[in-house]
């Protein structure tokens, strides 16, 4: 029993440390890529190259890591985390019951920025990896190979990254030594460059770099790539290798990252439903073959677009600046919430406002030579977010409720009325009424009015989608016993919703605790115990701007549908059966008729006897 024991216990430290390794390679995938490119951007930025520059960008990448990095992001967004769920969206569902509704507007800027962020960000790692084949052979094809390793990583994704994400933290644990080494040793010949520490040095740059080798090679440091030049010759390739690596490594943690990021939101009502899939059995792993194609082009176009890393340099900063901006804004109210004191929270919002404004500021100087590509693809997914919001809030104004108490008695006279055709055993609805005891009126109109629907049970689905991540549980009511019965499902932001599968569950709960008797009532099938059919019934609400007068609300309708095109209709989205549903097309707006429409009249047939005459 003590060998057991002593064994379990060992077995849970290997997979702890296993698991901080993974944590080490998702985590710090991108910023350990760093290296790679910022030295060579400072040198860039036409500042002469001396002690001055050179301490003054390396104090500030320490005092940025120390300040964003550690203070921010590990002492504070850490503990704001939802259930174990962190990201901005994943904050904003922390706060969106909040009184100020426009906060929704702080999470898409940041999200839509961060999504840009991850495109242009495999592009750059990438690029400049590969670029360090030039110092072993300056004409060979960057290009050609950069393309074909970012096609391998976007292919790659519809299998899974299971068997590789585990080899993620071993690598980039040896990644971090080899930089640590390297940096080192780097250090013994310019020992000064530790004055970096000092915060008087600071600069308003942003790097990462092996500063103290440009201090010894002021003279070249400008025509090559610093961080491959304090590179051993014999160690090169091995340099050159561990750069890819690195670099494929960051590109995953950003494109796992999207995928997570989108999928939050959809169940926040920020972005069209798509289809989802989980390539492996590991919790939280998706992948959205949409989102996959278009980060690929994207990612492709700017590597043909700029070519080079020095290039794409410009791109780089300035779209993750304003998710930075975002993010703290947001954990202000956050902080607020938590009953913090007010006094503190604006210091706290104050000066990362101050800092990450500054940022901000330095990085507009290069909207021109490349920041407009992240920017304008941030713009685009902002766009696109405002106008999912609000057309979805627009299409939830139109829709009208009924107490539904008012029409058990007409459901159940329907049901036993056997001169209407049986339409299904059992007929599943969602309900989208965001009042308890309240029905879509349409709803109702398709049992009633619209070829009325004989069923031996009705049952109404009402979602709500928590604030909560992995939130997976139901409640079953019976309004009207064997007859009438209203299911609520709350579904957590990270959960794809799978009504048919869950129903099922459900059904199954009720039918072993003798609440329901899902038997056919045909008598050749209920005597050989065959349970009745299901039918689903989906009421799509069409909307046509001929209904309306207001034309800023028909242009972000009319948008609002075409954007609706990139995604997965309803039945998908909600994981049905499709062989098994039934969509009803009704008008959105029958109450608000278009004025200037000309209406026609009706023929009298005195006029039309006096014309005879």
């Known amino acids: 029993m003590k060998e057991k024991t002593e064994s379990s216990v060992a077995c849970h430290h290997r997979v702890g440390f296993l698991g901080l390794l993974i944590t080490l390679g998702i985590v710090f995938g991108d910023i350990g890529t760093s290296p790679l490119y910022v030295m060579k951007a400072i040198l860039h930025t036409g500042e002469a190259i001396n002690e001055s520059t050179i301490l003054g960008a390396l104090s500030c990448i320490i005092w940025t890591l120390t300040l964003q990095t550690t203070i921010k992001y590990v002492c504070v967004a850490l503990r704001a985390d939802n259930n174990g769920e962190g990201g901005i969206l994943a904050l904003y569902a922390l706060l969106r019951k909040m009184k100020r509704k426009w906060i929704y507007l702080l999470a898409i800027i940041g999200a839509s920025t961060l999504l840009a962020d991850g495109i242009i960000t495999p592009a750059i790692t990438v690029t400049t990896a590969i670029e360090g084949l030039e110092s072993i052979s300056p004409h060979l094809p960057v290009i050609p190979i950069t393309l074909g390793i970012i096609t ?15 080899s993620f933290g071993v690598f980039m644990l040896i990644w971090f030594l080899l930089l640590g080494v390297t940096g080192a040793f780097s250090i013994t010949s310019y020992p000064l460059i530790l004055k970096a520490f000092n915060p008087y040095y600071a600069a308003m740059l942003l790097a990462k770099s092996p500063g103290a080798w440009v201090l010894n090679h002021i003279q070249t440091a400008s025509s090559v790539n610093p961080f491959f030049s304090i590179m051993p010759q014999s160690m090169l390739i091995f340099a050159i290798i561990m750069a890819t690596g690195a670099a494929i490594v960051a590109s995953q943690a950003l494109i796992s990252g999207t995928f997570s990021i989108l999928s939050e939101a959809m169940n926040l009502h920020f972005w069209p439903r798509m289809r989802i899939k989980h390539p492996t059995h590991v919790k939280g792993q998706l992948y959205i073959p949409v989102i996959n194609r278009a980060m690929y082009i994207g990612v492709v176009l700017i590597i043909l677009l700029f070519r080079d890393s020095s290039h794409m340099e410009a791109a780089y900063g300035l779209a993750i600046t304003i998710t930075m901006l975002m993010t703290t804004l947001l954990l202000g109210f956050y902080l607020r919430t938590k009953g913090v004191a007010r006094i503190f929270i604006l210091l706290f919002m104050g000066a990362y406002c101050v800092i990450e404004g500054i940022f901000l500021a330095a990085n507009l100087s290069k909207f021109i ?36 108490d008012e029409y058990y008695q007409i459901i159940s006279d329907i049901k036993a009325d056997e001169s209407i055709p049986k339409y299904a055993s059992n007929l599943v609805y969602v309900n989208h009424a965001d009042k308890e005891g309240a029905v879509d009126d349409k709803l109702l109109y398709s049992i009633i009015n619209k070829q009325p629907k004989r069923a031996d049970h009705y049952w109404l689905i009402n979602l709500e989608f928590a604030d909560t991540p992995d939130t997976l549980e139901y409640s079953c009511e019976t309004l009207v016993p064997d007859t009438l019965y209203s299911v609520t499902m709350r579904i957590g932001f990270r959960i794809e919703p799978r009504v048919s599968l869950y129903l099922r569950q459900v059904v199954e709960d009720l039918v072993a605790s003798k609440k329901v008797d899902l038997r056919s009532t045909y008598p050749s099938l209920r005597k050989n115990g065959i349970p009745g059919d299901f039918r689903f019934i989906i009421i799509h609400r069409v909307y046509y701007p001929e209904s309306s007068d207001n034309r ?18 309803e039945p998908k989205a909600l994981g049905l059966d499709t062989s098994m549903v039934v969509v009803e097309r009704v008008p959105l707006i029958i109450t608000h008729p278009n004025r200037s429409i000309r209406r026609i009249t009706q023929i009298v047939e005195e006029d039309v006897a006096g014309e005879e005459k």
Request: with cysteine; aromatic share 14%.
């Open 152 to 166: 391998i990583i976007f292919f790659v994704q519809r299998f899974g990254t299971e068997s590789i994400g585990k």
């Open 369 to 404: 030579a490349g920041g407009w590509c992240t920017m304008l693809i941030g713009g685009i997914l902002f766009l696109m977010m405002y106008v999912w919001v609000r057309a979805i809030k627009i299409r939830q104004h139109y829709i009208s409720t009924k107490p539904l």
């Open 552 to 569: 800023q609300q028909n242009l972000l309708m009319t948008i609002y549908a075409l954007i609706g095109k990139i995604g997965i209709d």
